[in-house]
């Protein structure tokens, strides 16, 4: 019964639209309007809590309030699994290595001329400040910004908690200004490519771009890459 | 403080490979060894309750039990976002037909004989009995074999956690017996494929099965391709 009302509850809140923030009914509201016992709603709130749908504010005046389920969120259940099942960095690489490429093709034919100006304007920053900074932040960009434009909510879900993992075990890393300029370069043929809705061009590229990538990482940073996956929020 | 605990619990558990049903130490043994307390106890087996880590035994003689997270997790933890996204059955086939080609061509390299076999009798199965119930089972031992079979945690949980969501949306439907022995037999290919490890050619008739699923599917269960994801535990 608690299942049922916690699966009316968060389809309440999509079909409602409501956005982060938003207070829900008290508890006492909604065993009024369910007709149910206390317990039932208790533990119905207490799943959707464990599920990312809602917070429990404690405390008098607290309750229910809106979270909604992010895909960072699966970021974090992604990496506790990979942890768990003693995955390395090296996974998540050939992960990356098989959804980017095919991320490259859809947007070849779905991405708008405002997200290739964005993409653009990554380039240009990398190559006026080939530094670790500017590089990590723009590189994400470039990144974040095809993935959206391949408009598959899934893919972009996987490969965005795939970077958030990744970032968990290899940030801090940094390369020489030389191997920045070489990536923001790969980064502007692959633009190319896009703009020219070479659907075929833009995966190839992308997969050699990632296949550059993992021999670099396999050659300067073996350590690293065999690091396995560990949790942290 | 209490996530730093719940880091140590987690890495615990992983490093003395303590399965589902281990009995941990009791809150007071805790606080006692951790030195901190019961709140920031507390809190830590409540933030690792919520990710699946252990569960909480309520009442006298309960207290934390490892449970482990579970690549089932993510297939909820996905199938919940997806619903706050507002994707459809369409954007779950979509990431599948990125995702299985490359597996089927990652395991032309490193499937064994014995998985080999496992996949001949589920094509033998059908074959022999071409109905749904046969087949609903018989095509997801297939396809979990062969993602087993590539040895890539990530995207075996990746395609585990879709084949989880589309379940959820597509239970049910039948097909002609017709439509099972043609899927029968686009196994059998993609099978003889890996047997003669032809990465290429696995992964193009995996891509082929897929794409024919997809035409299909959008003839003949339009509606249902178009059908939003709802979470269901």
Redesign the interface.
Known sequence: MS?VIA?EL??H??NAKLSAGSVLPTEREMIESFDVGRSTIREALRLL?????ITLRPGPGGGPVVR????E??G???T????????SLD??M??RR??EP??AR?AASRISDADLDAMDRTVCLILDNPNPEVFQEQNRIFHATLSRAAR????Q??VES?GSVADGVAGGVTYSSRRYIAAAQAHARIIEALRAHDADRAEQLMRDHLDEADDYWHKKHKDLVSRPV????
């Open positions: 299942e699966r968060a389809s809140i999509v809590e464990t599920r990312n749908v909604r389920p992010r895909p969120d699966l974090e259940a992604l506790l699994i990979l942890q768990f099942e003693d995955a996974d998540v050939e992960a098989a959804l095919t991320i859809l598959s909510v899934v893919l879900v996987f795939l560990v949790w942290r929020r």
